[in-house]
């Protein structure tokens, strides 16, 4: 697969030699070690093809019921229901006259550690979330809130024209495709987004200097 030469400021290349390629996000990296380097970065990056195509197909199904044939919530999860509890009544008789071992599913499910580990998993990321959030709306960099003004815009646009439901599985869609075509075509795809930032902090640019620098402010009181 071909390397592709960036840079963040110039085009040129000097002495003669490439520079390194520069990472979408100016990520260090690799992309599983990213997305935890566990079982879900390899359900994310699709290194267990077979989990991750069942968690999607049932991400559509799941979909396919309430939009197109427009099932109820509670219906739906009646049904469910009473299928789950079949089969387990037929597992768990069925155990006994085969000597088989009876499921023991609230143990798989539910044990202590691992619902200790997706707690503390769901803290630090809520917290890192919040505070990413806090510093963008602060506008400690212009930069990203203006981008995250404009993005919160487009995504409104497109809330008014899907129902939520549409954008929630667009949303379990794109989790589960786009971090692994990522993956797999990420030269081409940091060598086209580079040139994208170059050109758009060319714009920022003018419009900084046109625009912004422009702007009144007050002055500046400094304490004594």
């Not at 997305?35 to 195509?53: E, H, P, Q, T, V």
């Not at 789950?84 to 499910?109: C, D, K, Q, Y």
């Not at 899907?162 to 075509?185: K, V």
């Not at 930032?197 to 003018?206: A, E, F, L, S, W």
């Amino acid at each position: 697969m071909p390397k592709y030469a960036t840079s963040s400021d110039s085009d040129s290349e000097t002495d003669g030699h490439r520079s390194a390629p520069v990472r979408l996000f100016h990520r260090e990296r690799s992309l599983h070690s990213v997305f935890g380097g566990g079982r879900a970065a390899d359900l994310l990056l699709w290194r267990k093809r077979n989990i991750s195509a069942a968690i999607l197909m049932g991400i559509t199904v799941i979909w396919f019921l309430f939009e197109v044939f427009e099932y109820q919530f509670l219906p739906l999860l009646c049904h469910l229901s009473i299928t789950l509890m079949l089969i387990t009544f037929i597992w768990s008789n069925g155990a006994v006259l085969f000597n088989r071992n009876p499921p023991r599913i609230p143990e798989m499910i539910l044990s202590e550690s691992t619902f200790k580990k997706v707690a503390s998993a769901v803290h630090t990321n809520l917290n890192y979330f919040i505070n990413t959030i806090y510093d963008i709306a602060c506008g400690k960099d212009l930069q990203f809130f203006l981008l995250a003004i404009v993005s919160l815009w487009i995504l409104s646009v497109f809330g008014a024209y899907f129902s939520t439901l549409n954008l929630i599985y667009i949303g379990f869609l794109c989790i589960g495709t786009i971090p692994a075509l990522y993956d797999r075509y990420q030269d081409e795809v940091d060598y086209v987004a580079s040139k994208w930032n170059k050109d758009m902090r060319k714009v920022y640019r003018r419009f900084d200097s046109r625009v912004l620098r422009r702007i009144p402010r007050g002055p500046v009181k400094h304490k004594k």
